[in-house]
């Protein structure tokens, strides 16, 4: 299906209750567990793309999709969340893409909040993995219901009972088996699908079906296969210990499918799809002050979630990401920025998929819509149809690595400030001034974050910059009750205050010892590691 299709079936099924055809997901994972590559063949299993591509590839082999940004492609890693929207069965499924590496754990916290479900993939031989496991967490702070695929199975690994017992323990989430796999590494010999109650060769073709698992015992050449016959032994160990699944607890973020596949191979892919489609919900209510918004509320509304400067390089676009949470929004229509109170007419609003785009018609709750801006849009914003509404849960953390950013070229001063304004709002890192001097200062979470900030820079802004070492290693946001407490408090810590983007004051301190002591002799100041977007 063609994006110009996607756009007319979107225009077709907009009004009513078209919402409920919408499933918005993320795939979530540590680096290198082949979070991407699910992702191309999931694209390729819906048809939405011919071939999957490889994530590192020799010279002459096709990119990934989502994978856009030529940072990305020479490194082999996502850095980014990208969108792409595509069609299955009937249902328009908007996937998002999510970076793995722990560096860019913001841009991954701030996808999740626009998503209804999450596929977790996970290493069948490294088990559940840090990064993992501080998604998940995530994902458990918004009920976000979870798939979990174990990827990698036609590769040696640990045993599908320990993984299932690992991911039941570390992550306290019952699991619910649906694919099981026949073996593992130079062992596999295929799965067991228990949905549809059939066996499956490694290439996916079916070798028989059954009614009950028992009828298995009465096919001999199964039976004369000790791999097979192992693996109906832990699958009934499984199924002894683990629930039955139950809809609802999986909605409530409680309950887990867990599915055993390969994603370089395709094992399992379709079957994910399917358990997707059928299970994944509909889009949820969106936590929102004065109250949640439900996706079937007439009126429109929708966030920022992400801003993507210079996607076309030649254009120098910048594209504000907004998840829709209800209403049925129509090209042209004109909504109000409930941050600063202007109205803005949205004239070319776009579909995704990955870094190709098409005019978005019509969109409804649960669709992801691009919307062109100069700056007026930033992460967190709220977007309605006049109701004073914000949505919540869009944080800034603070940063754990600061640095004074040194311009090489001082005639390029106001191309650096823009620079670093415009990837601040897109949320690559947090930009602050210091009130005595003026200096910029750079804080981001991980190393591999000031190297992609510095190259995006050089690249797209055209501005070489370097990074120097600070005496400050934490950054705290400021705020009291007390106006005078808070004034005071600054006067006497002036060397020591930045401002962040949003004119928000920020108190630097050399190390942990020192944020403490500021905080003992203060009681009236608020230290915050975390401060909402609006």
Same mark, same amino acid.
């Given at each position: ?106 841009? #991954? ?6 998503? $209804? ?5 996970? $290493? ?18 918004? $009920?976000?219901?979870?798939? #979990? ?33 026949? /073996? ?10 228990? =949905? ?38 832990? =699958?009934?160990?499984? #199924? ?100 600063? /109170? ?13 870094? $190709? ?17 100069? /700056? ?5 914003? #709220? ?35 823009? &620079? =670093? ?16 001097? &003026? ?52 006067? &006497? ?10 004119? &928000? ?13 500021? *905080?003992?002799?203060?009681? *009236? ?10």
């Amino acid at each position: 299906m063609t994006m110009t299709d996607l756009s007319a079936d979107h225009d077709r099924k907009a009004p009513a209750e078209a919402f409920r055809t919408r499933r918005t997901f993320a795939i979530i994972s540590h680096p290198d567990a082949g979070k991407t590559t699910l992702t191309e063949r999931l694209l390729a299993a819906a048809g939405a793309i011919q071939s999957a591509g490889a994530v590192r590839g020799k010279a002459g082999t096709r990119s990934t999709r989502s994978d856009w940004m030529e940072i990305e492609q020479q490194r082999g890693i996502s850095i980014t969340s990208s969108v792409m929207t595509f069609e299955l069965n009937g249902l328009t499924l908007n996937l998002l893409d999510t970076p793995g590496h722990s560096d860019f754990s913001e841009d #991954t916290y701030r996808t999740l909040t626009a998503v $209804d479900a999450a596929i977790m993939v996970i $290493d069948a031989a490294k088990g559940i993995e840090a990064q993992t496991l501080k998604l998940f967490e995530v994902c458990r702070l918004r $009920d976000i219901p979870i798939i #979990t695929f174990i990827n990698k199975v036609d590769r040696e690994g640990l045993s599908p009972l320990d993984l299932v017992d690992e991911i039941q323990s570390k992550l306290a989430l019952d699991l619910t088996p649906v694919l099981w796999p026949i /073996g593992q590494g130079v062992d596999f010999h295929g799965y067991l699908d228990l =949905l549809e109650r059939r066996v499956l060769s490694p290439q996916g073709k079916v070798i028989t079906d059954y009614d009950a698992i028992e009828d298995l015992l009465d096919n001999a050449a199964l039976v004369d296969d000790p791999v097979f016959m192992t693996a109906l032994e832990t =699958l009934e160990m499984a #199924t002894a210990m683990l629930p039955p699944f139950d809809l609802e607890t999986f909605h409530a973020g409680h309950l887990s499918p867990v599915l055993f596949g390969s994603a370089l191979k395709g094992i399992g892919v379709a079957e994910l799809l399917r358990t997707l489609g059928e299970w994944g919900p509909e889009p949820r209510p969106q936590p929102a002050i004065p109250a949640p918004i439900e996706p079937s509320d007439k009126k429109v509304s929708g966030f920022v979630f992400k801003v993507q400067a210079n996607m076309d390089a030649n254009h120098r676009d910048r594209i504000a990401f907004v998840r829709l949470c209800s209403g049925t929004f129509t090209r042209g229509m004109r909504l109000k920025n409930v941050r600063s /109170g202007k109205d803005m007419a949205v004239s070319n609003p776009m579909f995704f998929f990955g870094n $190709d785009r098409e005019l978005a018609e019509q969109a409804v709750a649960g669709d992801i819509v691009g919307i062109p801006n100069h /700056g007026t849009l930033s992460v967190g914003d #709220t977007l309605t149809e006049g109701a004073t509404i914000n949505v919540t849960g869009i944080p800034n953390f603070a940063p754990e690595i600061i640095r004074r950013v040194r311009l090489t070229d001082h005639m390029k001063s106001k191309q650096m400030a823009k &620079a =670093l304004s415009d990837l601040a709002e897109e949320g690559v890192a947090q930009v602050f001034r210091r009130v005595i001097g &003026a200096d910029w200062l750079v804080g981001v979470v991980g190393q591999l974050q000031l190297e992609v900030l510095g190259a995006r820079v050089a690249k797209e802004y055209g501005v070489p910059i370097t990074f120097e070492s600070l005496n400050y290693e934490v950054a705290r946001w400021i705020e009291s009750d007390d106006p005078e407490a808070l004034k005071q408090f600054i006067a &006497a810590q002036k060397s020591n205050i930045a401002e962040d983007r949003t004119g &928000a004051p920020v108190f630097l301190a050399q190390n942990a010892w020192w944020a403490d002591r500021a *905080k003992q002799d203060s009681p *009236k100041i608020r230290f915050m590691a975390t401060k909402e977007r609006h």
